[in-house]
C-alpha cells in the first residue's frame, strides 16, 4: 500500500512540474487583459467605420482612432467589423478579415488601413506589459486576394513566374511616454524563401509576440511593401487586428508532455502493484 501511494505522489508531482513547465511556455496567462473587440455592438455582417464623425472608438479600454472624410466617403485609421466575406475581391470589401471571423471563430474584429506610408497608433489607456502577450493579425480579404492576383494598381505576388521576392509587412512599435521601447515586424505575405514552396500570404489568424516591446501605454502600427509606386505602397494597406494583449495558445506538444507522463506513471504504478 505505501509503495502504490509513493506512486501515485509520484505521478501527482510530475503532472504539477508537466503544468509549471505548460504555464511558463504562456506567461502572464492569468494577468492578461485581452481586447477582442466583443463589447463593440454591430448588426450581423456589418461595420464601423467612422461615418458617424466620432474620429475615434474605444474597446476593453483601448482607444482606436479613425478619420472620417464626408466630402470622398472614405476614412483611414481603425474601424470594427463583423463581415464574413472571406471570397470577393476588390475595394467593395475592403471591411472583411480573410480568416471570415474573429479570431477563434469570434464575431468582432478591427480593420486598420493606412492610405500612405506612416504610422497610426493605438492609446492602451495605461502602461502594459507585453512580456509573454502579444495580438492576433490577419489579412484582409481585398488584399490578400490583391497580392494573390494582382490588380490594376497592383502587382501579383512572386510576379508572373513566382520568382519575384515581394512582400507585405506589418510593423508594431512600442511607446512609453514619448520614447520608443522597441519594434516587432511581422510578414503579412512573404515571398524571399529560396524555396518558393514557402512563400505564402496569410491566410488566417496569427499570434504577434510583443515581448520585446516590454511596457508600454501606445502601440504604433506601420504597414510597408515591396510593391511601390510614386505616392508610396502599390499594395493596398490594410490588415485585421484581434485579441490584443493575448498569449500564444499552447502547443499540442505541451499538452501531450502532460499526458505522456500521467500514462508512463500509471503504468509503473500498476507494475508495482502487481509485484
Given at each position: 500500500m505505501k509503495i502504490q501511494d509513493s506512486c501515485q505522489t509520484q505521478l501527482?508531482?510530475?503532472?504539477?512540474?508537466?503544468?509549471?513547465?505548460?504555464?511558463?511556455?504562456i506567461p502572464n496567462a492569468t494577468h492578461a487583459s485581452v481586447v477582442g473587440f466583443e463589447d463593440l455592438s454591430l448588426n450581423p455582417n456589418t461595420y464601423w467605420n467612422g461615418s458617424n464623425g466620432a474620429g475615434s472608438?474605444?474597446?476593453?479600454?483601448?482607444?482606436?482612432?479613425?478619420?472620417?472624410?464626408t466630402a470622398y466617403g472614405s476614412w483611414e485609421g481603425f474601424a470594427y467589423s463583423n463581415v464574413q466575406d472571406s471570397t470577393?475581391?476588390?475595394?467593395?470589401?475592403?471591411?472583411?478579415?480573410?480568416?471570415?471571423?474573429?479570431?477563434?471563430?469570434?464575431?468582432?474584429?478591427?480593420?486598420?488601413?493606412?492610405?500612405?506610408?506612416?504610422?497610426?497608433?493605438i492609446s492602451l489607456g495605461g502602461a502594459s506589459n507585453f512580456v509573454g502577450r502579444g495580438l492576433q493579425v490577419a489579412n484582409t480579404t481585398y488584399v490578400a486576394l490583391d497580392m494573390q492576383n494582382g490588380s490594376?494598381?497592383?502587382?501579383?505576388?512572386g510576379g508572373a513566374n513566382g520568382t519575384d521576392a515581394d512582400w507585405f509587412r506589418l510593423t508594431v512599435r512600442g511607446l512609453l511616454g514619448s520614447l520608443e521601447t522597441g519594434a516587432v515586424d511581422f510578414y503579412l505575405a512573404?515571398?524571399?524563401?529560396?524555396?518558393?514552396?514557402?512563400?505564402?500570404?496569410?491566410?488566417s489568424w496569427a499570434f504577434v509576440d510583443l515581448t520585446a516591446l516590454g511596457t508600454v501605454d501606445k502601440l504604433r502600427f506601420a504597414l510597408t511593401?515591396?510593391?511601390?509606386?510614386?505616392?508610396?505602397?502599390?499594395t493596398p494597406g490594410y490588415f485585421a487586428l484581434d485579441s490584443i494583449g493575448s498569449?500564444?495558445?499552447?502547443?499540442?506538444?505541451?499538452?501531450?508532455?502532460?499526458?505522456?507522463?500521467?500514462?508512463?506513471?500509471a503504468r509503473r504504478a500498476r507494475r508495482v502493484t502487481q509485484s
Open positions: 501527482k508531482r510530475a503532472i504539477f512540474l508537466a503544468a509549471l513547465v505548460l504555464l511558463n511556455l472608438f474605444t474597446s476593453g479600454g483601448v482607444t482606436f482612432p479613425n478619420s472620417y472624410n470577393t475581391p476588390g475595394w467593395g470589401n475592403q471591411y472583411a478579415a480573410r480568416p471570415g471571423t474573429g479570431h477563434n471563430g469570434s464575431a468582432n474584429y478591427a480593420i486598420g488601413y493606412q492610405p500612405y506610408v506612416g504610422n497610426f497608433e490594376g494598381f497592383s502587382k501579383k505576388f512573404d515571398f524571399r524563401f529560396t524555396n518558393s514552396v514557402d512563400d505564402y500570404i496569410l491566410s511593401s515591396s510593391d511601390t509606386g510614386s505616392y508610396g505602397m502599390n498569449v500564444p495558445e499552447p502547443s499540442s506538444a505541451s499538452l501531450l508532455l502532460i499526458a505522456a507522463l500521467s500514462f508512463a506513471f
